[in-house]
Structures are given as C-alpha cells and as structure tokens.
C-alpha cells in the first residue's frame, strides 16, 4: 500500500470501472465530477488517496475527503478479491480520518456486499437514505475501544 500518484489514475479507473458493484460508466462518473482529471487534481492537491498493489500492479485504491470526514471511494478489482486488499486499504482509511475525527462516515448501497463489508468492520447504518443507500458511521472510540478527542 502506497500514497498514489498522478502516474496511477489510470489504474484506478480501471479498478473502478472493473467493480460489480456500484456500476458506472466513465459518462456516468464524469456526470458525477469523477473524471481523470479531478482525481489528478485530488491527488495533487492532498494525500489522502491511497493503492494497494499486488505484483507491481494496482489493484484497489482508496481515497478520503478529510474536510467532510468519510470515506470518498474504496474500491478492489474483482480479481483480487478476498485477499485482504479491501480490509487493508478500509484500515488505512480509517487511521487517517481518526487522526482528526471522532465519528467518520460513509455512503453505500442497503444491500450491497460492501455494505456487508462495512458492517462486519465495525460500521452501523445511522440513515437510510431515499435511493436506496444508506449512511453509514464508525466512532473512533469504538474502533479503538476508548474515548477520544473530538474535533468533529
């Protein structure tokens, strides 16, 4: 796992378009504002985007919005599923938005495997929202079983 680079944007569109998950098209993330560019400009602009690579490749990556407090994105190539890659990279995630929050959060499907995903690693569902996804959130204190700081 590694800080990415402008260099690795490419592999992770190919991850995120390779997904089964959370389906989207390169016109329908572009519609979204997630295009190659914007996500050069994130990494540019801070270091809270992380890939995990097997072999030299990337397969998985994971990015933050710290000034929100959740998880932006956290996607792995199918191929290289249940190997750990999604586990590792959700922890990276995690350790930098408890650096400066007590509760972080996150936004996926109801019924996805990630929302399964997500419960399994400590994270309880606070909203069900109108299309079907839900909110998600985690507590510093009890991912870390005691009390913290809170700046949010």
């Known amino acids: 796992m590694r800080l990415a680079r402008e260099a690795d944007v490419g592999a992770i569109f190919a991850v995120r378009l390779a997904v089964r998950e959370n389906v989207l098209t390169m016109a329908e993330l572009a519609r979204l504002g997630v295009t190659p560019e914007s996500f050069r400009e994130l990494i540019r602009a801070s270091a809270d985007t992380w890939v995990a690579e097997r072999d030299g490749i990337v397969v998985g990556f994971g990015s933050v919005d710290r000034e929100e407090g959740s998880v932006f994105a956290l996607f792995v190539d199918p191929g290289s599923s249940g190997l750990g890659i999604g586990d590792a990279i959700l922890s990276r995630l995690e350790a930098s938005l408890f650096a400066d929050c007590e509760t972080i959060w996150l936004e996926t499907g109801a019924e996805s ?40």
Do not use: I
Request: glycine share 16%; hydrophobic share 40%; no cysteine.
């Open 113 to 152: 495997g990630a929302a399964q995903f997500y419960a399994r690693r400590g994270w309880r569902v606070t909203v069900a929202l109108a299309d079907g996804d839900v909110r998600m959130e985690k507590s510093r204190s009890a991912s870390v079983g005691g009390p913290g700081a809170s700046r949010r």
